[in-house]
């Protein structure tokens, strides 16, 4: 007989945030293949993704809890813009030629920012967890009633409530996953709150899952008798892998190159791109007007992008398109002759894999990767080297990437100039393996193997 189980997860479909995709889709598959699964979320709280739309009616049954939004003074009070320091130079950065007053209240500032942050959080966690708490227990749920409870993180709000649920009933086993780690570059005060929490949850859950290898080994560090499961994000077929693109107008017809995403403060940067499309441009192996870069969901990291192409002295070829619906970025994705899929890795953090990695595999993209940081031989490059779809910069082995990443991008364009289409030779076999279809298999071996990602 096909196991029960109780899914908990702040973001579900139909919500159009990256968050609900991973979750949504395990509930998705789950179902298929034959389980009965419950999901315990709350009612939508952004703007509806259309393609999460349609899986909702194969999702089981989805539990909603009331999204309660505060709108005491204390919740006004931490969402009124703070008071910034003047700015002493062009680039908005208090920096080089600041004194070392203003130095201190821009220290003092992002300090400042950060815990507001955190309280707005931690704001937003509590009232997902009292309310989540409260739907249990006004609508009677019996917890004896499932096999295995899974809990999505993040928020921590969802392992909270996973952990209440524990120990009312001790006996249903109960897997922690985590799409997102605990975040390790948080304020000293912050990230003790955090690890007693992540402490909390290793104690009491029954298996440990993580959207990457490092990933869990940052969640697992100094945990040596511990153990768990890394079960990439993957991507659904359904999703638009057979639809086809509408071509672009032949005066259109440039190389475009596509990125998407915020910088996370600094720890993400794609400008590197910009430096060898610049090098190529010098040295004539692509011309100004063959080439561009489209840009989606930039945010705040808008200005800095642009003010770096203002740096290298290069033409208008970078275009910011703002937010725009998933439908219509995986649309762009398709019309795009390559795709930027960037992350970080440093001496701590370690194992970033792009939301939009997955979906760049849907696609049958060529992927340019960019990993900031010292790390080397970083998880993303390993992946997108070994699935040969694509080549990935890595900022800590510079002299010989930032080679290859000028190489990598005049081939491409060459091949593409030639033959009409991307330069793109995937190791289909290992590609395959991100299909949901196939990962659902991993989530089954967890939720069937009582021994499988024990503690």
């Known amino acids: 007989m096909k196991k029960r189980v109780l899914l908990i997860t702040r973001h579900f479909a139909p919500e159009n945030i990256i968050s609900a995709i991973r979750p949504t889709k395990v509930a998705k598959y789950l179902t298929r293949a034959g389980f009965e699964v419950t999901v315990l979320t709350q009612k939508p709280s952004v703007p509806e993704d259309g393609l999460l739309c349609r899986d909702l009616a194969e999702c089981g049954r989805v539990l909603r809890a009331d999204s309660a939004e505060s709108s005491s003074f204390f919740s006004r009070l931490l969402h009124r813009p703070l008071h910034r320091p003047k700015k002493k130079e062009k680039s908005g950065f208090v920096g080089a030629g600041a004194t070392s007053e203003e130095k201190s209240i821009g220290t003092l500032h992002r300090i400042i920012s950060g815990y507001r942050q955190f309280l707005r959080v931690k704001r937003r966690e509590m009232e997902f967890y009292r309310s989540t708490m409260n739907y249990v227990q006004h609508a009677g749920l019996d917890l004896s009633h499932f096999d295995v409870m899974i809990s999505s993180y993040s928020p921590m709000a969802t392992h909270m409530v996973a952990l209440a649920l524990k120990e009312k009933c001790p006996t249903l086993r109960w897997i922690a996953d985590y799409r997102d780690p605990m975040d390790p570059c948080r304020p000293a005060p912050l990230r003790r709150y955090y690890d007693r929490w992540q402490k909390r949850v290793l104690n009491h859950c029954d298996a440990v899952t993580a959207a990457s290898e490092g990933y869990l080994k940052m969640l697992l560090k100094g945990h040596p008798d511990l153990c768990g499961v890394p079960i990439y994000n993957g991507y659904d077929p359904e999703d638009g892998e057979e639809e086809t693109a509408v071509p672009l107008p032949e005066e259109k017809k440039v190389f475009r190159i596509l990125g998407m995403g915020g910088l996370y403060a600094g720890r993400r940067d794609v400008s590197i791109v910009f430096s060898a499309v610049s090098d ?176």
């Open 280 to 455: 190529l441009l010098k040295s004539g192996r692509i011309r100004r007007d063959q080439i561009c870069i489209d840009y989606y969901g930039a945010g705040t990291s808008a200005p800095y992008l642009k003010r770096k192409i203002d740096e290298l002295e290069l033409p208008p070829f970078f275009y910011d398109h703002g937010r725009v619906p998933r439908e219509e970025v995986l649309l762009k994705q398709k019309q795009a002759q390559m795709v930027l899929s960037s992350g970080w890795d440093t001496s701590d953090y370690h194992g970033v894999i792009p939301g939009k990695f997955s979906e760049q595999l849907l696609l049958r993209k060529p992927i340019l990767g960019v990993v900031c940081g010292s790390g080397k031989k970083s998880e993303l490059h390993r992946l997108i080297h070994s699935l040969r779809v694509g080549y990935c910069y890595e900022e800590g082995n510079h002299a010989d990437s930032y080679e290859g990443l000028k190489k990598y991008i005049a081939e491409s364009f060459t091949y593409w100039r030639t033959r009409n289409k991307e330069l793109y030779e995937p190791d289909e076999k290992k590609r395959a393996a991100f299909y949901y279809n196939n990962l659902i298999r991993e989530w089954i071996e967890v939720i069937n193997d009582d021994n499988k990602g024990k503690l």
